[in-house]
């Protein structure tokens, strides 16, 4: 399974973006969907995570309300909407696949399959 990830910027305070991550390879089982992200100096931290049906959501609090997690089945594809963009929300944005279970996680270590990352600068 490959994952590519897409769509950061710079942006001001305030503003938004969208990213989006499509999966590809043979035997695809994208059951969770998940985004991290990893700033400069610190561990990689969840952001959010989608089940396969998009019936299950988990958010992060530091996200809950401005971020919206979706995915496309028939296209491979996850987005996050990401609104009202903080400068703490800076840092390497990582989607990544849990394979084994649809089980929705916020450990890294429970997701098999990582994108390249995609990075986004929220300035002041």
């Known amino acids: 399974v490959q994952l590519q990830a897409s769509g950061g910027g710079l942006v001001q305070a305030g503003d938004s973006l969208r990213l989006s991550c499509a999966a590809s390879g043979r035997a695809l089982n994208l059951l969770v969907m998940g985004w991290f992200r990893q700033a400069p100096g610190k561990e990689r931290e969840f952001v959010a995570a989608?089940?396969?049906?998009?019936?299950?959501?988990s958010y992060a609090d530091s996200v809950k309300g401005r971020f919206t997690i979706s995915r496309d089945n028939t296209k491979n594809t996850v987005h996050l909407q990401m609104n009202s963009l903080k400068p703490e929300d800076t840092a390497v944005y990582y989607c990544?696949?849990?394979?084994?279970?649809?089980?929705?996680?916020?450990?890294?270590?429970?997701?098999?399959?990582w994108g390249q990352g995609t990075q986004v600068t929220v300035s002041s």
């Open positions: 990544a696949t849990r394979t084994d279970w649809n089980i929705l996680s916020r450990s890294p270590t429970e997701f098999d399959y």
């Open positions: 989608i089940s396969w049906g998009g019936s299950s959501t």
